[in-house]
T-cell receptor, first 112, second 115 residues
């Protein structure tokens, strides 16, 4: 089957700390991988994506590399800000599919 | 591009009542999705439309739930005889491609509270 597993939160970091949120996946075929971010009371916003192995998605200082050998797509940021406080969701879609599969989300709080 | 629009944003209803949510996708997006999200969980797929055709339905979509997209533009999600377990955020999303590289764009969601 298809599924996404994220590291459990909540995660609390000090401003300017390094962030890693782990994501691993199970999928038939070769999926595309995504990170979405959700701010309180809002819908999900696309943060970054990668469509094939070894691709690196990046946006707003966040990065994630599609690792087929470890079936992972870990999210990283070198220096977090208070404004990065949100819930982060890893997701996949199969190449021939129409359905996105989401992880359970990881809550991040950045303190000044 | 005005983004995906959903309304109402919040709805409180008594158990047993019917509720309807509306979604206006990004213009020219022919694919539309409904998801449900409960507290502390990721979105769960409910149903998918390509133009006006409903092509996929999750088993989560019980017979009390019905979704339509009559002209291939906006969509409605109706829940009949609401139950407390229906309390959740209902997310609509749209896209213009399928498969690899597809990106879906979400609305801000419609919160349902059944009391």
């Amino acid at each position: 089957g298809n599924s996404v597993t994220q590291m459990e939160g909540p995660v609390t970091l000090s401003e300017e700390a390094f962030l890693t949120i782990n994501c691993t996946y199970t999928a038939t075929g070769y999926p595309s991988l995504f990170w979405y971010v959700q701010y309180p009371g809002e819908g999900l916003q696309l943060l970054l994506k990668a469509t094939k192995a070894d691709d690196k998605g990046s946006n707003k200082g966040f990065e994630a590399t599609y690792r087929k050998e470890t079936t992972s797509f870990h999210l990283e940021k070198g220096s977090v800000q208070v404004s990065d406080s949100a819930v982060y969701f890893c997701a996949l879609i199969r190449n021939t599919g129409n359905q996105f599969y989401f992880g359970t989300g990881t809550s991040l709080t950045v303190i000044p | 591009d005005t983004g995906v629009s959903q309304n109402p944003r919040h709805k409180i209803t008594k158990r047993g009542q019917n509720v309807t949510f509306r979604c206006d996708p990004i213009s020219e997006h022919n694919r539309l999705y409904w998801y449900r999200q409960t507290l502390g969980q990721g979105p769960e797929f409910l149903t998918y439309f390509q133009n006006e055709a409903q092509l996929e339905k999750s088993r989560l979509l019980s017979d009390r739930f019905s979704a339509e997209r009559p002209k291939g533009s906006f969509s409605t999600l109706e829940i009949q005889r609401t139950e407390q377990g229906d309390s959740a955020m209902y997310l609509c999303a749209s896209s213009s491609r399928t498969g690899s590289g597809n990106t879906i764009y979400f609305g801000e969601g419609s919160w349902l509270t059944v009391v």
